[in-house]
């Protein structure tokens, strides 16, 4: 395979900033794999593993100032931004450190023998254990939070599983150091510095994926990439788990009644959402349904209104940058399509945001305008205006997978009057977050958090963020007649570590 330079680029001029590492060989890709896959013992303490965890949001956060400048020179996502989503990231890695302390993940149930039972029972006792080696592709536009320490990285190491990532291209410089801190954190627990690899290069991820002792994949990015990668997965001789989050419409309900109660802050709203980070979050609404009429006038008023006042903006490289001007001009040129708001070149390195607006009934039906229905990196979005509630239900039939599904309510529907619960019933469907009156931008990360949805927001059903997203690199095992001293310590009778657990049927705390 040939090696090509790894340039960190700065995406406000298009320069290149200095030469990071050359792309990874097959060879240093194995390499890498057979490095974590040698580390994977040193994981086996639950205890070790919590206070790694730690660790490594400490040396992360002590090393603030050097990461966000670099991560601001090679993103232009700005320090302010970028210093909340190390935050973010030191978080994550702590609350993981508390699940693996809790040890619930664990998911331990035993089962005495019982001879009543038709048929009998025998002795079962099940837990779960980890995987092997996880590959983690990193995503461009949280270069913290969804890259090298992100929650994939994070609950993969949480539950025991070594990482090997293969780093994106648009903040390379960033990539090497924080893998460089998350060793030294490593480290400092008796760890192997092979605990957490580190790969550049297409070629490189596409030995990643196919690599033997590569047991699951963590994925974020686009529908064309990540869907190469699943399939790659599936095709290996042995199958892994590949979970990757592909793309998301996101889309937005408005009623007539919340356009008639509240159009000026709905408007605003949007329009906060849709060009936050500059419209390069996954969950960006990008198709939002909007009541013809006055009602749905003043609502589009407010969003050309705070619109226009934004500043152009930097994407995260000049590829992503080009394929946005292209995108929002082929939607822009559709029939029967206005833009109050022309999105697209702001200058040499920059994006304008801007809306486009088109009669619902041209999304309905399948047509030249399923265009509208993809989505499209950056600050734009797409207001469908709709005559009456089947065209919303028709449009929302066409839609594929999302991540977040929004409805704008009335005080009196949120109440439980009108439509509110019927909405809710046809939007559970098509996401895995469901909103009320908020806007998508901004997943939080806690317990009950799920960041995915039907495919092509993801690929599986499990959770990128949040607690359970520790489940998609553990399998479940059972013990069954084995004497208690040959048990794993985790499945004993008197339970030594306090593990919660389900025991003869009965919940335990």
Request: with cysteine; aromatic share 4%; charged share 20%.
């Amino acid at each position: 395979m040939a090696t090509a330079p790894v340039w960190s680029v700065d995406p406000r001029t298009g320069k290149q900033r200095e030469q990071v590492a050359v792309e990874a060989t097959a060879q240093e890709v194995d390499a890498a794999v057979r490095a974590a896959h040698a580390a994977r013992d040193a994981l086996t303490d639950r205890t070790v593993r919590a206070a790694f965890l730690r660790t490594a949001a400490d040396e992360l956060k002590a090393a603030e100032a050097t990461l966000v400048e670099v991560a601001d020179a090679e993103t232009a996502l700005g320090p302010v931004r970028l210093t909340g989503e190390l935050a973010r990231t030191c978080y994550q890695l702590r609350a993981f450190a508390d699940i693996v302390d809790e040890g619930a993940f664990l998911d331990v149930v035993v089962d005495h023998p019982d001879d009543t039972a038709t048929p009998p029972v025998p002795d079962l006792r099940r837990y779960k254990v980890p995987l092997g080696v996880v590959a983690v592709y990193s995503a461009s536009n949280f270069p913290f939070a969804f890259s090298v320490p992100g929650g994939d990285t994070a609950s993969a190491l949480a539950a025991g599983c070594p990482v090997v990532v293969k780093a994106h291209p648009d903040h390379p410089a960033l990539s090497e150091l924080v893998a460089k801190v998350l060793r030294r954190a490593a480290g400092r627990h008796g760890i192997p510095d092979g605990v957490l690899g580190l790969v550049h290069g297409f070629g490189a991820g596409i030995e990643l994926i196919k690599h033997p002792l590569v047991a699951a994949a963590g994925f974020t990015g686009s529908v064309r990439g990540g869907r190469a990668l699943f399939d790659a997965a599936a095709a290996r001789p042995v199958p892994i788990p590949f979970h990757g989050e592909l793309g998301s419409l996101n889309p937005v309900v408005v009623t007539e009644a919340a356009a008639a109660e509240r159009a000026e802050a709905i408007g605003a709203g949007l329009a906060g959402s849709m060009t936050l980070g500059v419209g390069q979050f996954c969950v960006k609404p990008g198709l939002v349904l909007v009541p013809s009429g006055a009602a749905g006038d003043g609502l589009v008023k407010s969003l050309t209104d705070a619109v226009s006042d934004t500043d152009a903006g930097v994407l995260l490289d000049h590829r992503m940058r080009d394929n946005f001007v292209a995108g929002v001009a082929e939607r822009a040129a559709l029939p029967d399509v206005d833009s109050p708001v022309t999105p697209g070149a702001g200058g040499e390195h920059t994006v304008s945001a801007g809306f486009l607006t088109v009669p619902a009934s041209r999304l309905a039906a399948e047509g030249e305008h399923d265009l509208l229905l993809e989505e499209c990196f950056g600050p734009v979005t797409v207001v469908a205006r709709y005559e009456d509630e089947a065209e919303v239900r028709g449009v929302l039939s066409r839609l594929p997978g999302n991540l977040t599904a929004t409805v704008q309510l009335s005080a009196e529907e949120a109440a439980g009057q009108g439509r509110g619960s019927e909405i809710l019933a046809e939007l559970t469907p098509l996401a895995g977050r469901v909103l009320v009156n908020g806007w998508p931008t901004g997943v939080a990360v806690a317990p009950a958090q799920h960041h995915g949805g039907p495919y092509p927001a993801t690929t599986s059903t499990s959770t990128s963020v949040g607690g359970t997203a520790i489940e998609r690199w553990l399998r479940p095992v059972v013990y069954q007649g084995t004497p208690e001293a040959l048990l794993p310590v985790e499945l004993r009778d008197d339970n030594p570590l306090g593990l919660p657990r389900r025991f003869n049927g009965v919940l335990e705390r």
